[in-house]
């Protein structure tokens, strides 16, 4: 039996910006075939999500199994995706699993792992990894407004977290994902080198 409502938690992938540094928008990036706007919406899903949605913004996108909410404010950073996503969650929502489509490395087994905390009674969940607080990040539906409010500039969710640390439930994720960015293309490198890896059978198998 579990704290919470039968309704599972939606979920939601920032996806807006333009990726100054790697020189194209991050979620029409491929990965082994796959665009990271789409892994990261399978990632979500296979993780026990629903509904997902896709903030996009620098990159207007269409995709399959999501609903997308344009953000035209992008240029204002990651807070204003996290408050645009958050907005355009459906009533009643209960819960939702924040990621970043620039983290491909992030699985299901990670999104599943937030879930299961969450069941057990966590308000917010924080996937860590050698410890380490980064994504993606479960928040109930009580904490949407605050954690809107203060998300600002290229912040994100991490302000209110940092303010809120009793409430957080730290949820390891070692060995099931990895938290690497895609900033720059040797980023991009590096993780293709760890995809493949993680599909030849190397730590936290196929990256899916």
Request: some cysteine; glycine content about 14%; charged content about 20%.
């Amino acid at each position: 039996m579990t704290l919470h409502g039968a309704e599972p938690p939606a979920g939601l992938l920032l996806a807006a910006g333009e990726g100054s540094r790697l020189g194209r928008p991050k979620a029409t990036v491929e990965l082994a075939g796959e665009r990271l706007v789409d892994r990261g919406v399978r990632m979500l899903r296979d993780g026990g999500c629903s509904p997902v949605l896709v903030v996009a913004g620098a990159e207007p996108v269409e995709v399959i199994g999501a609903v997308v909410v344009p953000n035209a404010g992008w240029r204002d950073g990651m807070g204003s995706s996290l408050r645009a996503g958050l907005a355009a969650l459906p009533p009643g929502c209960p819960a939702v699993v924040v990621a970043l489509v620039d983290q491909p490395l992030v699985t299901s087994a990670a999104v599943a792992r937030l879930i299961a905390a969450y069941e057990d009674g966590a308000e917010i969940a924080v996937a860590t990894y050698g410890g380490a607080p980064r994504n993606p990040v479960l928040l109930s539906a009580g904490h949407f407004a605050a954690a809107a409010e203060a998300a600002v500039g290229d912040m994100g969710a991490r302000a209110y977290l940092r303010a809120h640390p009793d409430r957080i439930t730290r949820v390891p994720c070692d060995g099931v994902a990895a938290p690497d960015d895609i900033d720059t293309p040797d980023d991009l490198r590096t993780v293709e080198r760890a995809a493949l890896d993680r599909r030849a059978g190397g730590p936290g198998g196929d990256g899916r």
